[in-house]
């Protein structure tokens, strides 16, 4: 099984800002097969990002997915006040499909 | 694509849990799609329970395989999940998923609440 470790476990920052969120793997991630999710309260998650960095559709372009190999990163280049959520990475590079514990975004 | 998730709201100990998601949108005949399974205690993170393929092939989370059995009718637009032997750690929200490409999950029922309370 593929453990995903996500930091920080909280991230307070204010609007404008840019948010930086790390997930890593216990072992290295087929294919770079990873994807983010964006999750508000009351709601379901959003894919964000797959492939580690293709932006899925609709998303705006502030959202910016990178890595490979075991560390992976999702970047928000100006959070707006709508970013504010909590964010998950999942891998489904092997069979077995596993999520990281969730990054909070908070308003500082 | 919408998917909805149905079924009971509390469960007692020891009760076998069904839940249906009945979807609209694609078909899941149609190569390469699946519909899975993922909960979420309150306040706790996601975990992927079951996944079953346009092909029939289903696969599932081995530390709950012995508890769950996922089935389509692809006649009827709908998935079923069963899992056995609910106890309260199951307490959660179970959402209904849809793959369209590889193991990735880009549209989500809106999840259904299960309590598991004598």
């Known amino acids: 099984e593929i453990v995903l470790t996500q930091s920080p476990g909280t991230l307070s920052l204010s609007p404008g800002e840019r948010a930086t969120l790390s997930c890593r793997a216990s072992q290295s991630v087929n294919n770079n097969y990873l994807v983010w999710y964006q999750q508000k309260p009351g709601q379901a998650p959003r894919l964000l990002i797959y492939?580690?960095?293709s932006r899925a559709t609709g998303i705006p372009d502030r959202f910016s997915g990178s890595g490979s190999g075991t560390d992976f990163t999702l970047t928000i280049s100006r959070l707006e006040p709508e970013d504010f959520a909590v964010y998950y990475c999942q891998q489904y590079g092997s069979s077995l499909l596993t999520f990281g514990p969730g990054t909070k975004v908070d308003i500082k | 694509i919408t998917l909805r998730e149905s079924g009971p709201t509390l469960v007692k100990p020891t009760q076998t849990l069904t839940l249906t998601c009945t979807f609209s949108?694609?078909?899941?005949?149609?190569?390469?799609?699946?519909v899975g399974w993922i909960r979420q205690p309150p306040g706790k993170a996601l975990e992927w329970l079951a996944l079953?393929?346009?092909?029939?092939?289903?696969r599932y989370s081995p530390s709950l395989k012995s508890r769950l059995t996922i089935t389509k009718d692809t006649s009827k637009n709908q998935v079923v999940l069963t899992m056995t032997n609910m106890d309260p750690v199951d307490t959660a929200t179970y959402y209904c998923?849809?793959?369209?490409?590889?193991?990735?999950?880009?549209?989500w029922g809106q999840g259904t609440l299960v309590t598991v309370s004598s």
């Open positions: 492939d580690a960095s």
């Open positions: 949108g694609f078909s899941l005949s149609t190569s390469g799609v699946g």
């Open positions: 079953i393929y346009w092909d029939d092939d289903k």
């Open positions: 998923v849809y793959r369209g490409g590889l193991n990735w999950f880009d549209s």
